[in-house]
């Protein structure tokens, strides 16, 4: 269907016929050096700085150049994906930081506003940050989350950036500033000792940010003690990433490119599985031939990339889109993870599509797929108690229910097993949904203390 031109181009070529690009990268307090920002409207720009005071803003040359297309403003899907926009805020706190930047009000009180508008926007959903840190000998381990028995995550503070910021990022207070928000840990000791006490956990999840960020050596320092002997038990090593999207050159011409590569050999050659979680949110991010090229290199070190990535209004709400998304995917070798629904958190209500219409876009898009790109789970919500997919909308004895299951759950034992909701078509988020059939809790709510 799609059809794969230049994946053959060798590094060579693209060393030598591609200038080799120097990572460039804008941020609020450059964000008018944009030459394309030009030719939009003052007002335009006014409102992306008055959204980028509250939310991260961060983009570099390479997604403004290459896959932004500026003939398409606003409806571009990679310009909404990286830029701000009027409506990511709520009138009343838009209004409140426009009025603070027009008068140019103290420092204080301008701070005192932008901080009282993020805390409105559940800046920790899931009790990411009271709920999931585990700690050692009564002592919280910095850095690392760990919610379902066989994955931990760690997140090591030299990859708490990204190459670009998702304007919907769910982690996006970590990138605000506010030390309090904060989950980060600066050396990967604790993340060791801690794993030696855990034989039962399988897998290391690294990411940010995005760990990629790093120097090959500062992720090679954090790595590399995991292919020792005592951590035979971990059988898979995970990086989180959005660098295949954002900055492709990382694995292509980036001056230490190679050296990440032959880490990830060695990791596979130790004889544990490495993957890449990718996070796409279009095909276009996969358009470009530096993109493709550095999806090849990564598979020929013998690690696997699977992919995953939340449904967003404005962005990627149409059956389509997943379709091809998952279609050329397969075709670069891709495996199609999960398909998430956005968090309740941040620019969420700009972002937000019903519950029923995020299943309808999965289905449609599933049935366009052959078996080996129905690989992607969902549309699923990392909620709370775990990871719950929207099975469908059935009609039980005369009541139209939401059909659910546990993908992922703090208690394993909850995972598979059917469960049912009211139907609610203008539900967005799990905490929305009503017990069906007139019970009064979910099977899980009593256990969940
Ligand atoms: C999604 C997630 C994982 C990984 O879950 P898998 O289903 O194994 O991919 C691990 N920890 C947390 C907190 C998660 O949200
Ligand atoms: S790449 Fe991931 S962590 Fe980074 S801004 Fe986007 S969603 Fe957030």
Request: charged letters at 20%.
């Amino acid at each position: 269907m799609h059809s794969i031109e230049n994946i053959a181009i060798s590094v060579e070529d693209l060393t030598t016929k591609n200038e080799v690009e120097r990572f460039k990268v804008y941020t609020l307090n450059q964000i008018d050096q944009i030459p394309q920002l030009a030719q939009l409207e003052s007002q335009t720009v006014w409102a992306m700085k008055v959204v980028a005071s509250v939310l991260p803003f961060r983009v570099n040359d390479y997604v403004i150049k290459h896959l932004i297309n500026w003939e398409n403003i606003p409806n571009d899907p990679i310009y909404q994906l990286t830029f701000p926009q009027k409506d990511m805020l709520d009138k009343a706190s838009y209004d409140l930081i426009a009025s603070l930047l027009l008068e140019n009000s103290n420092r204080s009180s301008f701070d005192a506003a932008v901080k009282e508008v993020r805390a409105r926007l559940n800046p920790h959903p899931a009790g990411q940050l009271e709920r999931n840190i585990p700690s050692l000998s009564g002592v919280p381990v910095t850095g690392v989350q760990h919610k379902y028995r066989e994955t931990v995550l760690f997140f090591p503070s030299a990859g708490q950036v990204c190459h670009s910021y998702c304007t919907f990022c769910f982690r996006w207070a970590q990138f605000t500033g506010d030390q309090s928000l904060k989950i980060a840990a600066k050396e990967n000791a604790q993340l060791l000792e801690y794993l030696r006490a855990n034989p039962q956990v399988t897998d290391v999840l690294i990411t940010g940010g995005d760990p990629l960020v790093m120097k090959t050596s500062n992720l090679r320092a954090y790595l590399e003690p995991l292919l020792t002997p005592e951590f035979e038990h971990i059988h898979t090593i995970r990086i989180g990433t959005k660098a295949l999207s954002f900055w492709p050159q990382r694995f292509v011409t980036d001056s230490d490119a190679g050296e990440l590569l032959d880490l990830f050999r060695r990791i596979s050659k130790s004889g544990k599985h490495l993957a890449l979680m990718a996070h796409y949110n279009h095909w276009k991010e996969l358009e470009p031939a530096i993109a493709r090229e550095a999806i090849q290199r990564v598979r020929q070190t013998g690690a696997q990339i699977r992919s995953q990535g939340p449904l967003l209004a404005h962005i990627n709400d149409s059956a389509d889109v997943w379709a091809r998304l998952w279609q050329t995917q397969i075709q670069l070798g891709i495996a199609p993870y999960y398909m998430f629904i956005e968090r309740d958190t941040g620019a969420r209500r700009y972002f937000e599509v019903p519950l029923v219409r995020s299943w309808e876009i999965y289905r449609d898009a599933v049935k366009q797929v052959s078996g080996v790109g129905r690989t992607a789970r969902g549309p699923s919500m990392s909620a709370d108690p775990g990871k719950v997919e929207i099975c469908g909308v059935a009609e039980i004895r005369g009541e139209k229910v939401f059909v659910l299951r546990f993908i992922q759950a703090r208690n394993p034992d909850w995972v598979q097993r059917p469960f049912f909701a009211k139907f609610d078509p203008n539900a967005t988020w799990f905490d929305q949904l009503k017990p069906a059939f007139g019970e009064a809790a979910f099977f899980f709510e009593e256990n969940l203390s």
